[in-house]
C-alpha cells in the first residue's frame, strides 16, 4: 500500500482478555517495528523484524507480549491477559533494509488501546 | 543507558522567529543515522530531516535545518520563520549500525502569534 496501515485504531477492552493489532507495512519494506507510546512520552521500542523473522525483540515488556510476520509482510502484535497499564497507543514503523542511507522510519497512524 | 536525550519539555517561540531544539545521542557505532520526527496533535509521526554520521554537511530540508557536531555528539533541530502550524512534539531518534532506531523523549513546541 501507498503507507503503513494499521488496525484498529481503536481498541477499549477489558482487564484480562486477548487483543490483537495488526500493521500492513509500505509493500517492498522489509522492515517492520512496533512501538509503544504513552501520553506525553517518546516511542518505547517493542520488537523489530528483518523479513519472517525477529531481529531484536528485547523490548516486549513480558511473556504476555508476542508479535509474527509469518509472511515478511503483516505483522500482529498480540497482548494476552491485558492490564491497565497495557494503554497506549501502539505505532508500527516499516522500513527499506539498510543500514546506510536515510533508511526512513515511516509510521501508521497508531492503535489506541484501552484497558478498562 | 538512554541512546537519545532532549533536554527541553517545552519551548515557546514568536511565530516567525527562529528555534532550536537540543538532541544529544550516545553510541559507540561508527555508522548511525540521525532523525528528526514531528508529532502533532492528530498523533501522526512525520519524518523531517535525516543526517548520517559521514555526512560533512548540515542537512537542510525548506526550513528545516540539523546542526550536526559529530564530535559533541549533538544533532540539534533549526526551524527558522517558524509557523503556528510548527506547534507539535519533536522527537530526535537516532539509527544504530543494527538497524535498531532509538527515539528520545521529546520536546513541546508552541509557537505563539
Known amino acids: 500500500g501507498a503507507g503503513v496501515s494499521q488496525t484498529p485504531s481503536n481498541k477499549v477492552t477489558e482487564k484480562g482478555k486477548y487483543v490483537e493489532l495488526r500493521c500492513d507495512p509500505i509493500?517492498?519494506?522489509?522492515?517492520l517495528y512496533w512501538y509503544r507510546q504513552s501520553l506525553g512520552q517518546g516511542p518505547e521500542f517493542l520488537i523489530y523484524f528483518q523479513g519472517t523473522g525477529a531481529a531484536d525483540d528485547s523490548g516486549l515488556p513480558n511473556d504476555r507480549f508476542f508479535a509474527v510476520r509469518p509472511e515478511g509482510s503483516v505483522s500482529t502484535l498480540k497482548i494476552q491477559r491485558t492490564e491497565r497499564g497495557d494503554s497506549a497507543v501502539y505505532l508500527c514503523?516499516?522500513?527499506?533494509?539498510?543500514?546506510?542511507?536515510?533508511?526512513?522510519?515511516?509510521f501508521g497512524a497508531g492503535s489506541r488501546l484501552t484497558v478498562l | 543507558a538512554q541512546k537519545i536525550t532532549q533536554t527541553q519539555p517545552g519551548m515557546f517561540v514568536q511565530e516567525k522567529e527562529a528555534v532550536t531544539l537540543d538532541c544529544t545521542y550516545d553510541?559507540?557505532?561508527?555508522?548511525?543515522?540521525l532523525f528528526w520526527y514531528k508529532q502533532p496533535s492528530s498523533g501522526e509521526m512525520i519524518f523531517l530531516i535525516y543526517q548520517g554520521s559521514y555526512d560533512e554537511q548540515n542537512a537542510t530540508e525548506g526550513r528545516y535545518s540539523l546542526n550536526f557536531q559529530k564530535a559533541r555528539k549533538s544533532a540539534n533541530l533549526v526551524i527558522s520563520a517558524s509557523q503556528l502550524g510548527d506547534s507539535a512534539m519533536y522527537f530526535c531518534a537516532m539509527r544504530d549500525a543494527g538497524n535498531q532506531f532509538y527515539f528520545g523523549t521529546g520536546t513541546s513546541l508552541t509557537v505563539i502569534p
Open positions: 509493500s517492498g519494506h522489509t522492515a
Open positions: 514503523a516499516s522500513s527499506l533494509y539498510g543500514g546506510f542511507g536515510a533508511n526512513v522510519l515511516t
Open positions: 553510541t559507540s557505532d561508527q555508522s548511525y543515522g
